[in-house]
């Protein structure tokens, strides 16, 4: 008997040190974007016609390849040569960054490498927004400014600049969203402070607006 539970005492102490408990926690892994398509899409004066905000959103996730080709066209980049962007800004400060919240935690786009990078673990769509439906549509797109990117820009500018940047991006995601049949809605009604804690923002780091996207609610 006392050799038995001596055993089975050595077999936990080598479990231990193989599989410590801070291993087994799920490490969140990047994903590889796959090139963006950027020979699609339906004609612009048609797309601008369908642009709408929804708020009916089906829990269905986005293949890979779409989500590739919205943050692409979101504010992707379009000129390899000289790193710009299709979203522009002032003094090409490039200060945008876009936080993807989906179900398997929250990704930083990196335009430049085509990868969503791993921020947290944890599924935090319900903290992007006060409506139902956040929490159900597969992905929120989390604007933020790095106004330490701001060079430029004298101090009083950098919220104005910050938030024209967010637009031109919000709509290239509208105008995306138009052409292939999802659905979407940019946002501001959310807890700024506890978001910008969620996803482990420096003060610098500023979120403008939220924005919802997925296939639309049969
Ligand atoms: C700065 C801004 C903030 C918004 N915030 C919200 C929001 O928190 N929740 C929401 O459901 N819609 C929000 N919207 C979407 C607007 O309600 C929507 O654009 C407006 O009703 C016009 O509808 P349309 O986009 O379909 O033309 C926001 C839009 C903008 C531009």
Redesign the pocket.
């Known amino acids: 008997m006392r050799k038995t539970l001596a055993r089975l005492a050595q077999l936990a102490l080598v479990l231990l040190i193989m599989y410590p408990p801070w291993c087994l926690a799920q490490e969140p892994k990047a994903i590889q974007l796959s090139p963006p398509q950027t020979d699609g899409g339906r004609p612009l004066m048609k797309v601008l016609k369908d642009?709408?905000?929804s708020?009916n959103y089906s829990p269905e996730k986005l293949p890979v390849q779409v989500l590739s080709n919205m943050l692409w066209a979101a504010y992707g980049m379009n000129r390899q040569e000289s790193g710009g962007r299709t979203a522009p800004s002032a003094s090409n400060s490039q200060d945008m960054e876009i936080y993807v919240a989906m179900a398997d935690g929250v990704f930083l786009y990196d335009a430049k490498a085509n990868v969503l990078k791993p921020v947290v673990a944890d599924d935090i769509r319900a903290l992007t927004?006060r409506?139902p439906f956040v929490k159900e549509a597969p992905v929120n797109l989390i604007y933020v400014s790095d106004q330490s990117k701001m060079t430029r820009a004298a101090p009083a500018d950098k919220d104005f600049y910050a938030a024209a940047h967010t637009g031109f991006i919000s709509q290239n995601v509208y105008l995306f969203c138009a052409s292939e049949g999802l659905a979407t809605?940019?946002?501001?009604?959310?807890d700024r402070p506890a978001l910008a804690k969620a996803i482990g923002l420096r003060p610098d780091q500023k979120i403008t607006?939220v924005q919802t996207v997925g296939y639309p609610k049969k």
């Open positions: 642009r709408a905000s708020r927004g409506q809605v940019v946002r501001a009604s959310f607006l």
